[in-house]
């Protein structure tokens, strides 16, 4: 039935590439992105076809007409709709291996009604600098090594509150990795190899509400595991306070500001010390959290 309506509107319509481009059944060209209608025809994904015809990117079922579209753009912002003929549909969902692999991309901002980045869909873009998740305020899902070796990125992930669940292996090979949760994380799981590949200390985890991520410090390898949303007073305190190791290593050395409370936390999340006396600690990465009126700074230093 959609099938027919698609063709039936590239005839009237006389698709080309300034509107949509139909390619097979459920599937058009639109704006450079293949799209692929989905749950009632309500729906669309963005896709990049397999020419082996193993997958369709989001189901697996084989196509009729095999097909790879070559996604060319640097910058690139997916629409909240596309809109065909008489017909609108929400773009819902990245679909599997829709950029997986692509060295052009640059720059990715999702639309509105994005819910999941599905399996290994920006896998391996080497040279994507800017992921804008932001727009997509009901994003929920990263499935499996959906953002696996993003090694370009020059900015954190800032996550949706409404964002619940990852996938297996989801920043897999990441040299580095900093994640952003504007809402509650109360209920979020890391899978157990979610970090594969990234080194200890080069992964960090804030949120809106410090308190929302006790715990969170357990999940290797975050390093930075407690800090608030950076207002401009403090990214001038970030700047301001400097520390250092005094006495041999005895002693951790705070200058630039005056403070109210200092906590000092492993890597793993464990509150070790309240004291600038450190000579009790083990060698290794720590986090100073440091209080003051104008609010908290993480800083972190090695004994």
Request: net charge negative; hydrophobic share 40%; charged share 10%.
């Given at each position: 039935m959609l099938k027919k309506l698609l063709f039936s509107m590239a005839l009237v319509l006389g698709f080309t590439s300034a509107n949509a481009q139909l390619v097979d059944d459920n599937l058009f060209i639109q704006g450079g992105i293949l799209y692929k209608?989905?749950?009632?025809?309500?729906?669309?994904?963005?896709?990049?076809?397999?020419?082996?015809?193993?997958h369709d990117g989001t189901t697996g079922a084989p196509l009729a007409v095999p097909v790879t579209h070559a996604y060319t753009d640097a910058v690139v912002t997916i629409p909240?709709?596309?809109?065909?003929?008489?017909?609108t549909f929400a773009v819902t969902q990245i679909g599997a291996f829709t950029w997986d692999g692509n060295i052009t991309l640059t720059s990715l901002t999702l639309g509105a009604n994005i819910t999941t980045i599905g399996n290994r869909s920006i896998r391996g873009a080497a040279n994507l600098a800017t992921l804008d998740l932001t727009p997509a305020t009901g994003l929920t899902t990263v499935l499996v090594r959906g953002l696996q070796s993003l090694n370009g990125l020059t900015s954190p992930l800032e996550f949706p509150a409404s964002f619940t669940t990852f996938g297996?292996?989801?920043?897999?090979?990441?040299?580095?990795?900093?994640?952003?949760?504007?809402?509650?994380?109360?209920?979020?799981?890391?899978?157990?190899?979610?970090?594969?590949?990234?080194?200890?200390?080069?992964?960090?985890?804030?949120?809106?509400?410090?308190?929302?991520?006790?715990?969170?410090?357990?999940?290797?390898?975050?390093?930075?595991?407690?800090?608030?949303?950076?207002?401009?007073?403090?990214?001038?305190?970030?700047?301001?306070?400097?520390?250092?190791?005094?006495?041999?290593?005895?002693?951790?050395?705070?200058?630039?500001?005056?403070?109210?409370?200092?906590?000092?936390?492993?890597?793993?999340?464990?509150?070790?010390?309240?004291?600038?006396?450190?000579?009790?600690?083990?060698?290794?990465?720590?986090?100073?959290?440091?209080?003051?009126?104008?609010?908290?700074?993480?800083?972190?230093?090695?004994?």
């Open positions: 209608v989905a749950n009632g025809a309500t729906e669309v994904h963005t896709n990049q076809v397999s020419s082996d015809a193993t909240d709709n596309v809109t065909v003929g008489a017909q297996a292996q989801v920043f897999n090979s990441c040299t580095n990795i900093s994640l952003h949760f504007n809402g509650p994380v109360t209920g979020l799981t890391f899978p157990g190899n979610i970090l594969t590949g990234i080194a200890s200390g080069n992964a960090t985890l804030t949120t809106a509400n410090p308190a929302d991520l006790a715990g969170y410090g357990a999940v290797e390898p975050f390093a930075t595991y407690y800090s608030n949303t950076l207002s401009t007073s403090d990214v001038r305190l970030e700047d301001t306070v400097k520390i250092s190791i005094a006495n041999k290593g005895a002693t951790l050395k705070i200058s630039g500001i005056e403070y109210n409370a200092l906590s000092i936390y492993s890597i793993t999340g464990k509150k070790v010390t309240v004291s600038t006396d450190i000579s009790a600690l083990a060698p290794g990465l720590y986090i100073a959290v440091i209080s003051t009126d104008g609010g908290s700074v993480s800083k972190k230093f090695v004994k």
